[in-house]
């Protein structure tokens, strides 16, 4: 199959989706490809900060997802062995400390809206494998695969929206320098007590961070630090001790957490890394998203921040003007922020247990 489109986005996360709708709204055509079947994911960003509300707001998009759920959070909670220990509510301006969003409810109605839009096509179940060069070096479109058929798509601007382990990025030969920040995560989702607030917990155990946040629909995902590379040895340890120590630090979930979690199966390890690169494109191509800047969990800048990129790109492109110097441009811009977000993500690291310190 040979498909032609001005730009072939490559992945459907918030990033590349946001990116899809507000280009087939300026009359841009776009493909989206996506290699899942559908969009919707678990264990993913889903913590929406004020950058991200406003993002969703000024495009018309917050009150759509709020319709299919969202939920904001009231405070934030610092506990130290069953007893609060500090906490913080929201400016009286805003009302709420970030707000949890599904991916499922944020991506179906970015994905919906695009579909309004005739030059807007999304292929699912279709995957990358590789990019097509042109005369002068740059590049002009994919090879992707759809159920062991190839699809060539050629385009005037490819756009790597796949991810942190992004293909877009290694085919084009952009190199990323990875950084470790000493901890991985596992993660894990329960459902909440009864009268549970809407809230975001956090607790220090062995000097790392442990966090439960509120989710919609009552339930609370844990997010727990453990050392770098420290879970294999973890798994061969009995489980019990380890889950007591969440449950002494939070016994006001110790009844759903030992009857939904009583196993280390029941917990999903995140190999924790950022990374950057230098260049955010070339012609022909720009990456967005953890594509080009990967981010801790620390903070939830990650899907923020893909939003941004998307929502920057998005103002200087049209059909007119899809050219490198637009796109360098938006680098640039993109480029100094994403570099400072990622300075505050290591200083909040580095100062977490500072939180449990009291100064008099
Ligand atoms: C466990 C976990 C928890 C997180 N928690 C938070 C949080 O609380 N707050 C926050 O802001 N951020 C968080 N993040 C980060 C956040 O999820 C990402 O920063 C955000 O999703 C990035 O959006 P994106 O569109 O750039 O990429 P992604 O959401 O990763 O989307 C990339 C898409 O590309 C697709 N894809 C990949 N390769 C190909 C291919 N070859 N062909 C076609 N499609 C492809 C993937 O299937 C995926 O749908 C978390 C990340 C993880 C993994």
């Known amino acids: 199959m040979n498909l032609k489109t001005d730009v072939c986005i490559v992945g459907a996360g918030p990033g590349g989706a946001l ?85 499922a409810h944020l991506l179906s109605v970015i994905i919906q809206e695009a579909k309004k839009y005739s030059n807007f096509s999304l292929m699912t179940n279709t995957r990358l ?20 058929r190839e699809i060539v798509i ?32 596992l993660w894990a989702k329960i459902p909440a007590p009864l009268n549970w607030e809407p809230s975001i917990k956090m607790a220090l155990i062995d000097e790392m961070q442990l966090s439960l946040f509120t989710q919609t629909k009552g339930y609370i995902q844990i997010g727990w630090n453990i050392k770098e590379g420290s879970y294999s040895e973890l798994r061969k340890q009995p489980f019990t001790p380890f889950i007591d120590k969440l449950i002494k630090a939070f016994p ?24 950057y690169t230098d260049t955010w494109g070339k012609a022909g191509l720009a990456l967005i998203g953890d594509a080009v800047h990967t981010m801790t969990p620390t903070g939830a800048f990650g899907l923020n921040s893909a939003m941004k990129d998307a929502d920057t790109l998005a103002a200087i492109l049209t059909r007119e003007t899809i050219s490198n110097m637009d796109l360098v441009n938006c680098a640039a811009q993109r480029k100094k922020e994403v570099e400072k977000l990622q300075v505050i993500q290591v200083q909040k690291e580095q100062n977490f247990a500072k939180q449990f310190v009291i100064y008099s």
């Open 19 to 103: 990116l899809a709708y507000l280009l087939a709204k300026k009359n841009v055509s776009v493909i989206l490809i996506e290699r899942s079947k559908d969009v919707a994911k678990e264990f993913r960003g889903e913590h929406l900060n004020e950058e991200g509300e406003g993002i969703l707001k000024h495009h018309g998009l917050f009150e759509k997802v709020e319709r299919l759920g969202l939920l904001r959070m009231e405070t934030l909670e610092y506990w130290e062995n069953g007893k609060l220990f500090k906490l913080i509510n929201p400016n009286p301006d805003i009302g709420h400390l970030g707000i949890h969003v599904p991916q």
């Open 129 to 148: 494998i590789d990019l097509i060069k042109d005369e002068a070096d740059g590049f002009k479109g994919i090879k992707a695969i759809r159920e062991d």
């Open 154 to 185: 050629e385009s005037n601007l490819v756009i790597g929206a796949d991810g942190r382990f992004s293909t877009v990025r290694k085919k084009s030969g952009i190199d990323v320098t990875v950084r470790k920040h000493g901890y991985d995560l």
């Open 252 to 275: 006001q979930v110790k009844e759903t957490v030992q009857r939904h979690i009583t196993s280390w199966q029941d917990f999903v390890l995140l190999d924790v890394h950022s990374n």
